[in-house]
């Protein structure tokens, strides 16, 4: 029996944006990033066919764009086998129930993000003391409240396999939150972070509206342990990425991406850490 779906108590939109909202970039020929007002998502798989796969599911109030923009790469005809998620909280979770019932899909996370996505735990509270940047400062108005999509999500497979994208393994990125994970390709060393680590100052307002390129640690006010979140941006240099999805901020490639996190993890209790 299906169970009934349901956002948190706290869910809305956010009046938040950026000059990449709206906007679609094909990254490789099957890799294509779209922004949601200040988050990404990410479509894997060749245009205008039915197999491929939506990674993560943007910010509240923005399924019929993102719907839209699915029927414009894929054709109207075609939808995702699954939707797979690097972690829940709302701006990678936001619009997923008007996904769900729109194209009766799977849903996939790690064993360790189900008590946020099953209705039974909240994230912790954002925390607006963790930088001076004015994002931060507003983040205590962000949604922070479990989702419940009932029996349409299920547990990663332990074996680091990824469905329906056999060329993809998930590596389990924990600190942003305890079951956040990434996406990894070894043929051409593509990598989808999530907020592993992301390409833009999101604690800055002006840094997300204007999407000013900077690698960064993932967004300090919802990052549940950062020693942790350095372990995990450390675990994806050693894959030797040269290209990357992140979910906030542009993708970047080559030595430009490997420069960026050389230089975060040598300035992370700098950069990347609150003061206190």
């Known amino acids: 029996m299906e169970q009934e779906m349901k956002y948190g108590n706290d869910y809305k939109f956010i009046p938040a ?3 990449a909202s709206g906007k679609g970039v094909e990254v490789l020929p099957d890799l294509y990033m779209y922004t949601t007002q200040i988050a990404n998502i990410c479509l894997v798989g060749e245009p205008n066919s039915n197999e491929f796969v939506l990674v993560d599911a943007g910010v509240p109030k923005q399924a019929d764009k993102i719907i839209a923009e699915v029927e414009e790469r894929f054709g109207k005809e075609n939808k995702p086998k699954a ?5 829940g909280h709302f701006d990678h979770v936001g619009s997923i129930i008007e996904l769900i019932e729109k194209w009766e899909v799977p849903v996939y996370a790690h064993e360790l993000e189900m008590p946020y996505l099953t209705g039974a735990m909240n994230y912790p509270h954002p925390d607006a003391s963790s930088d001076p940047g004015l994002v931060a400062k507003m983040s205590p108005m962000f949604p922070n409240d479990a989702i419940n999509l009932g029996n349409h999500v299920q547990a ?9 994208l056999p060329e993809f393994r998930w590596i389990h990125t924990p600190g942003h939150t305890r079951g956040h994970v990434s996406f990894f390709r070894d043929k051409d060393r593509a990598l989808i972070a999530g907020d592993a680590f992301i390409t833009v100052k999101q604690e ?8 000013k390129e900077e690698i960064s640690g993932p967004p300090k006010y919802l990052t549940q342990d950062f020693d942790e979140a350095l372990k995990s941006i450390k675990k994806l240099i050693q894959l030797k990425p040269e290209v990357a999805i992140t979910g906030h901020g542009v993708a970047m490639s080559g030595q430009e991406l490997r420069d960026g996190l050389d230089h975060l993890v040598h300035h992370y209790a700098e950069y990347a850490k609150p003061n206190q």
């Open 204 to 211: 800055s307002l002006t840094s997300v509206i204007s999407q």
């Open 83 to 87: 939707i797979i998620l690097t972690h």
């Open 17 to 19: 944006t950026s000059v």
């Open 156 to 164: 990663l497979p332990t074996d680091g396999s990824v469905p329906f």
